[in-house]
């Protein structure tokens, strides 16, 4: 228990969305005494004292990621959501490789844990192998998670764990008291929900954490928000390939971009996003949020439009609008850049920028082989060794 609040006592950082569940992005060599990837439920805070509320990273201590996943629908009462929030959650420890550890931790959010924490203090009694403790809704198949987890990144067998059952914590408070306002840059703030802006005057994009990626202090958060403020001049059409909690979507229009698209196969990632863009007094005629049909795929030209998940819908005019967008925006995973690399050019007009983020440094050289055949003028942006890679399309 020591362990998740701990987790929970961080920064407010943006959590690097699970659009694609086939790989992970974090690599061994990032080895601190103790990493933390984690994500806080969705959730809703009637008394919220900001007046704008109606309108990733660390490499020290803890690496936190915020995931984005709603346990609130519409309909959903508040005793219903303090509920979901005040369960019972099981506690599996899981041995593996030192050299998978992270990969293992953010694949395994991906596939249903709500938290990872990789501790090298509590090392395994072999010297390569290290613990990695998870923590799950008691409702999942911790078997099962693991396993596509494993899959995901290769391994070719599941990894040894033990389950433990745990009481309940009062999640909405820990969160509360875990999650601040974060400076991005001089005059950009990505701010929670309840929290009034350090600066008025600033470019303020209201969150609420919840448990899709992006809340802002992760650096490909950083360093794409970065790119969208220099490069956005006022009247963009804007695509965010895998848009999480939307912060990107919703971060190009307060820079004056004309219309922003969202997508994600995740439709709790897209209740999120709408629930975001609405706190930030952005509504349908500057935002559309579209579900990516298939999970594990983002959009291809041949899909069923038909199937309607709550009020996400499919929206094949909108998915097949290519070469329509003035800048688009992937911040997903390495292979899913690599995989649909001529999907997500496909989208942008010919001259206009696509960016990449979501990697290390380390995986540069296979992003910059992938798209330049694709994209000229290609620079490259580092921060904590994370990189953003942008270009022009040809």
Not at 29 to 42: A, G, K, N
Not at 88 to 110: F, G, H, N, T
Not at 161 to 173: G, L, P, Q, R, S
Not at 309 to 317: F, H, M
Request: hydrophobic letters at 40%.
């Amino acid at each position: 228990m020591t362990m998740v609040l701990s987790s929970l006592r961080g920064h407010f950082v943006k959590h690097l969305s699970c659009t694609n569940t086939s790989t992970s992005i974090i690599t061994s060599r990032f080895f601190t005494i103790r990493r933390v990837h984690m994500l806080i439920p969705f959730i809703h805070f009637p008394n919220s004292n900001s007046a704008l509320s109606k309108e990733r990273y660390q490499h020290r201590k803890h690496i936190q990621t915020v995931a984005e996943i709603s346990t609130l629908s519409s309909a959903s009462s508040e005793s219903t959501a303090s509920d979901s929030f005040t369960s019972p959650y099981l506690s599996v420890r899981i041995c593996c490789q030192k050299d998978v550890a992270d990969m293992l931790s953010e694949a395994l959010l991906c596939f249903g844990a709500s938290s990872t924490t990789v501790d090298e203090e509590e090392s395994s009694e072999r010297s390569d192998e290290i613990i990695i403790t998870s923590i799950f809704s008691v409702c999942k198949d911790v078997k099962d998670c693991i396993s596509l987890a494993a899959d995901s990144i290769g391994l070719q067998k599941i990894p040894s764990f033990e389950v433990a059952m745990h009481d309940h914590t009062d999640w909405i408070k820990a969160t509360q008291e875990s999650f601040h306002p974060v400076e991005v840059s001089d005059g950009l703030w990505v701010v929670p929900e309840w929290t009034t802006p350090p600066d008025l005057q600033a470019t303020n994009i209201i969150l609420n954490p919840g448990l899709a990626f992006g809340t802002g202090e992760h650096p490909t958060t950083k360093l794409c928000l970065l790119l969208l403020r220099d490069l956005i001049r006022g009247g963009e059409l804007f695509l965010d390939y895998g848009t999480g909690s939307g912060v990107l979507a919703i971060a190009a229009l307060k820079f004056g971009a004309t219309f922003s698209v969202g997508f994600d196969i995740d439709p709790q990632a897209i209740t999120s996003a709408r629930y975001n863009a609405t706190i930030n007094n952005i509504g349908h005629e500057k935002l559309l949020l579209s579900l990516v049909p298939g999970k594990g795929s983002l959009p291809s030209a041949d899909f069923d439009s038909s199937m309607d998940i709550g009020e996400t819908a499919y929206d094949a005019e909108v998915l097949n609008k290519r070469g329509k967008y003035d800048v688009v925006v992937a911040n997903i995973l390495l292979n899913p850049l690599l995989e649909l690399a001529d999907q997500i050019v496909s989208y942008a007009k010919p001259g206009s920028t696509v960016a990449l983020s979501g990697i290390i440094s380390e995986q540069i050289p296979r992003i910059l082989e992938r798209y330049s055949p694709y994209l000229e003028n290609i620079t490259v942006s580092k921060m904590d060794d994370w990189a953003c890679i942008s270009g022009l399309k040809k």
